[in-house]
């Protein structure tokens, strides 16, 4: 007798359909009775709530700088009239109003860098240097006293160019000083150690409104006399050295996820410390942590709108002066904030947009 | 007989104040010899050899390699790291990195060999552990005993005096151990000096000059395989062999 052949069982569809429109709607939206009934309460409450809106927030709107048809339509359409009447002010706030191309140009500039530096093709040893050009076009624009463009001192700075500079400027500086703190914390030598730790703690465990405070009225006391360093630079480092506290304690996180063994091969194939973190365990631990950093990101991008307290006027800032100061639109200021809420939507929907992709590129090497 | 390539002089390590791993260990290994390191888990094996490329320290004794002591020096580990290269029981590849990539680093952030010659040399060492073809892909894209035969090459690129071995079967399924040991069999006949800790007695036998069997931290007996596993002389190694091969 010959021994038994292996027969292998040919595959087979499965018995129901888990493909297409009818399956998905069955699986997510009517799978059981609580599914069924929660869909349609769901469905219903937007039917009822959509169209309202949409009637308040764009048929029945006035979009004119209208003051009467606003009072008038009060209650049943907003008053986009509004951010019509106060867009220059909300957006460049207290910088010179002819002089607000200046501000505009920087931005758009800004912006366009920040694009670029987003983008794989472009991410070459240049790129530094087109920063820095970048940076140093943006201030001569901004501050002027030179080719001819009149001074702007820097407290006339405001809206939405000074929010993109502060948030910008601080993410970038923040990110260096977060690594070289999260390496510092796991570091051999006590000191450095410590210190880390000390820097961290003491930062995380203030307000970050008290730590504009202190940048901004206390840390000039302690200056000798005459001697005195610029607000927003000093609401800059401030910043910086918050966002950069919480971001080491992210980065922190996921150097702890990087196994033992990885440390140690690098050592046997003779790898230097310096090497070694730069090759192979920050790729990797960056990798794991990029929704954290992003969320750290959109935060300090969101927290630029606390400098307001010292006088720095960014968008949220300038659209408060800018409503408060005008006693017949006031009563439209919830408009107004509907609008800088969009802008600062679209800027932090991109980052998490961005996040995304950057997370697929770096988990390429996971794929099977 | 020339001077010993790796030399344990009275080698004493704990870790921490009361556990005595390793204990007065004297070893002498020679040029091109081939050494099987086998015994208990916690008996000091892998550490013993952690020691050789100083992954751990040792707090007493001297040991040399390749004629450099090995102490707090920091240069001189260097030294030592670059001639001894090692494999690793779970490969520790870099995920990161392309298997062409896990190769090159050290060539070329090291030994500051230009791209293409480092890569020149990773394919060759690719081919002699036979997975030239699999150089553009990411380590888990590989089975166990890919991963392992690249982690071998790996250590090869730095073309290294002494191959150390940390149990190099011991994580991967049955169907592959086979794969990773022709590598090493073939690596032992091209007269690199070999170290490895295993529990694989028919590997033992086919390519070890000596076996070596640790307890509690001492070396227990150290002979050639064939006399080992014939008549091993002290009562704790017999009890070791008859219960790995008692069946």
Redesign the interface.
């Given at each position: 007798m010959s021994a038994p052949t292996f027969q292998p069982i040919p595959p087979r569809p499965a018995p129901t359909n888990t493909e297409g429109l009818l399956a998905w709607l069955r699986s997510n939206l009517f799978g059981d009775w609580k599914t069924a009934s929660s869909t349609i309460i769901l469905g219903g409450l937007l039917l009822w709530f959509v169209p309202q809106f949409l009637n308040w927030s764009l048929v029945s709107a006035v979009w004119a700088p209208d003051l009467k048809a606003c009072r008038a339509a009060e209650g049943f359409g907003a008053c986009w009239g509004v951010v019509a009447e106060k867009n220059r002010l909300i957006i460049f706030g207290r910088y010179p109003f002819e002089q607000q191309w200046r501000p505009l140009v920087a931005t758009l500039l800004m912006l366009a860098m920040l694009v670029a530096s987003c983008m794989r093709p472009f991410w070459k040893p240049w790129l530094a240097g087109a920063w820095l050009a970048v940076l140093v076009i943006f201030f001569v624009l901004m501050y002027g006293n030179t080719l001819g463009l009149a001074k702007v001192e820097t407290d006339r700075w405001g809206g939405l160019p000074l929010t993109i500079l502060l948030s910008a400027l601080s993410i970038v500086m923040a990110f260096p000083i977060a690594l070289v703190v999260a390496l510092g914390r796991r570091s051999d030598l006590p000191a450095i150690r410590a210190f880390c730790t000390i820097y961290v703690e003491l930062i995380r465990g203030v307000p970050l409104i008290s730590v504009l405070f202190m940048a901004s009225f206390m840390f000039p006391l302690f200056m000798p006399q005459g001697l005195t360093i610029d607000v927003l630079i000093r609401v800059l480092v401030g910043i910086t050295l918050f966002a950069a506290a919480y971001l080491a304690e992210v980065i922190r996180g996921g150097l702890q996820a990087i196994?033992k063994?990885?440390i140690?091969?690098?050592?046997?194939?003779?790898?230097s410390y310096w090497?070694t973190q730069r090759?192979?365990v920050l790729?990797?631990a960056l990798?794991m942590v990029v929704p954290s950093i992003v969320n750290s990101f959109i935060s300090i991008f969101k927290d630029t709108s606390l400098v307001s307290i010292v006088s720095l006027y960014e968008l949220t800032g300038a659209l408060d002066m800018a409503i408060n100061a005008d006693a017949n639109w006031k009563p439209f200021k919830l408009q107004g904030y509907l609008f800088i809420a969009l802008i600062y939507f679209i800027f932090c929907f991109s980052m998490s947009r961005y996040s995304q992709w950057v997370e697929k590129q770096?988990n390429?090497?996971?794929?099977? | 007989m020339s001077e010993p390539i790796i030399t344990f002089d009275k080698v004493n390590k704990w870790y921490g104040n009361n556990f005595h791993v390793l204990r007065d260990i004297d070893l002498k290994v020679a040029r091109g010899e081939r050494i099987v390191i086998c015994g208990p888990s916690g008996s000091g094996k892998s550490t013993l050899i952690r020691c050789i490329?100083r992954?751990e320290e040792h707090q007493q004794g001297r040991l040399l390699v390749d004629g450099v002591e090995l102490a707090d020096d920091v240069k001189a580990i260097?030294e030592v790291?670059?001639k001894?290269?090692?494999v690793?029981q779970?490969f520790?590849?870099?995920?990161?990195?392309?298997v062409l990539d896990n190769l090159t680093?050290?060539p070329m952030?090291?030994g500051k060999l230009p791209k293409k010659e480092a890569e020149e040399k990773a394919m060759q060492q690719l081919e002699r552990v036979r997975i030239a073809e699999q150089a553009s892909k990411?380590?888990?894209?590989l089975s166990g005993g890919q991963q392992q035969r690249v982690a071998i090459a790996?250590?090869l690129c730095?073309t290294p005096k002494i191959m150390l071995f940390d149990e190099p079967t011991s994580a991967l399924d049955p169907e592959m151990i086979k794969e990773v040991l022709d590598v090493m069999i073939e690596l032992a006949g091209q007269g690199i000096t070999m170290v490895c800790v295993t529990h694989e007695m028919g590997f033992a036998k086919a390519v070890a000059n000596r076996v070596i069997f640790m307890d509690q931290g001492q070396i227990v007996e150290q002979n050639n395989p064939h006399a080992f596993f014939k008549h091993p002389q002290n009562e704790r190694s017999r009890d070791f062999l008859s219960k790995i091969l008692g069946h």
């Open positions: 196994p063994g990885q140690e091969a690098a050592a046997t194939l003779g790898l090497q090759k192979i790729p990797q990798a770096v390429i090497s996971k794929q099977r | 490329n992954l260097d790291r670059k001894v290269g090692m690793f779970q520790n590849l870099f995920p990161h990195l392309t680093l050290s952030w090291v990411y380590p888990l894209q790996r250590a730095l």
